[in-house]
């Protein structure tokens, strides 16, 4: 019997943040948990996306602060940056490898578990919401 790839997944949900934050040698505040937290909920995110959610358990917290937790992330390796031409930077934490797909029609960033997109370049087409399949069709090259 075929087994069914699975999609190879930021890890979802509940994240120990504080663990990979001591991990990488930084100290844990509460800006950092909320903020690596928020960004394993919702992956290929920019900072004006997550503000509300970050906003929900950390009722003062500012742009700049998540700028400001974001760009220590990347320099410690627990965080990448999509410098996407043409949209807002988008972040992700660091984990299992993925493809990505910038959607032609949305703008969103999806993440595609085919082997040709796994560490490859950003590929372009449509993503699983926009597709009348549900499922991400990059554009053939
Ligand atoms: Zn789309
Ligand atoms: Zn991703």
Do not use: K
Not at 29 to 43: D, H, K, M
Not at 54 to 82: K, P
Not at 87 to 96: D, F, K, M, S
């Amino acid at each position: 019997m075929p087994t069914t790839p699975t999609l190879p997944q930021p890890s979802p949900g509940r994240l120990d943040a504080e663990a990979r934050l001591r991990r990488a040698g930084l100290r844990v505040t509460t800006a950092r948990q909320v903020v690596l937290e928020t960004l394993a909920e919702q992956p290929h995110t920019t900072v004006a996306e997550l503000l509300p959610h970050v906003r929900d358990r950390l009722r003062f917290a500012s742009t700049r602060a998540i700028h400001d937790v974001l760009a220590t992330g990347v320099s410690a390796g627990l965080v990448r940056r999509f410098d996407t031409v043409g949209v807002a930077q988008r972040y992700e934490l660091t984990g299992p490898e993925h493809g990505h797909l910038l959607c032609t029609n949305c703008g969103r960033l999806d993440s595609v578990g085919t082997a040709e997109a796994t560490g490859a370049p950003i590929l372009t087409g449509v993503c699983s919401h926009c597709a009348p399949d549900g499922h991400a069709h990059p554009e053939a090259r």
